[in-house]
C-alpha cells in the first residue's frame, strides 16, 4: 500500500465517522438510549471495517474520539436543558 492509497483510506474512513457523527449531534437534542445504541454500533461498524489492517488502531482511536466528542456534547446540552 502506497502512503496515497493509505491516505485515501483515511480520508474515507474520516468520512464515513463524520457522517454518523452529524447525524446525531446536528442540532439541540439529547439522545435517548436508543439512538446512543444506534450510533454506537454505527460508528463500531465502521471501526470494524478495519480490523486487522494496518488502520486498525487509528480507526479505534478516531471511533473512540467521536464518541467522546459527542458524550461531552451531550453533557453540555443536559446542563442547559437542566437549567431552564
Known amino acids: 500500500m502506497t502512503f496515497g492509497e493509505r491516505n485515501d483510506l483515511i480520508d474515507e474512513m474520516l468520512c464515513k465517522y463524520k457522517v454518523e457523527h452529524d447525524k446525531y449531534t446536528t442540532g439541540m ?5 436508543p439512538d446512543w445504541e444506534d450510533y454506537i454500533h ?12 494496518n488502520l486498525e488502531l ?19 446540552l443536559k446542563e442547559l436543558t437542566n437549567d431552564t
Open 29 to 33: 437534542v439529547l439522545l435517548e438510549d
Open 58 to 76: 487509528l480507526a479505534g482511536k478516531l471511533c473512540m474520539a467521536f464518541l467522546d466528542d459527542t458524550e461531552l456534547i451531550q453533557k453540555k
Open 42 to 53: 454505527s460508528m463500531d461498524a465502521i471501526c470494524a471495517e478495519h480490523k486487522g489492517t
